[in-house]
Nanobody, 125 residues
Framework: QVQLAASGGGLVQAGGSLILSCAAF????????MGWFRQAPGTAREFVAA????????YYADFVKDRFTIFRDNALNTASLQMNSLKPEDTGVYFC??????????????????WGQGTQVTVSS
């Protein structure tokens, strides 16, 4: 079973950058597809980005395209989210999650694998 730990959140001014990292603790994690999600106060958790196990195929929500980049390092068992040109509306708790095989389930925000704990991202205007 995979266990995930997210880190890297913080406070940043609008236009700034942050990088979030999700560490997976299992020897088989390289076979998992990974994703990032976020949840603002009073809203449902929403899909942000996903990456397949090879790292060659990535998927993004429209509101982060051309600003965020997801990438992974299977040797280190990490999946990271580079966030540039941050906006106040990007504020929220960011979660990583894994799925054994389906990026589609990640895009639909219904992964069957584990969730990491959230990390707070706050973008000030």
């Amino acid at each position: 079973q995979v266990q995930l730990a997210a880190s890297g959140g913080g406070l940043v001014q609008a236009g700034g950058s942050l990088i979030l990292s999700c560490a997976a603790f299992t020897r088989t994690s390289s076979n998992y597809v990974m994703g990032w999600f976020r949840q603002a106060p009073g809203t449902a958790r929403e899909f942000v980005a996903a990456i397949d196990w090879s790292g060659r195929n990535t998927y993004y929500a429209d509101f982060v395209k051309d600003r965020f980049t997801i990438f992974r390092d299977n040797a280190l068992n990490t999946a990271s989210l580079q966030m540039n040109s941050l906006k106040p509306e990007d504020t929220g708790v960011y979660f990583c999650a894994a799925d054994p095989s389906s990026t589609s389930r990640l895009v639909r925000a219904v992964p069957t694998g584990p969730w990491g704990q959230g990390t707070q991202v706050t973008v000030s205007s």
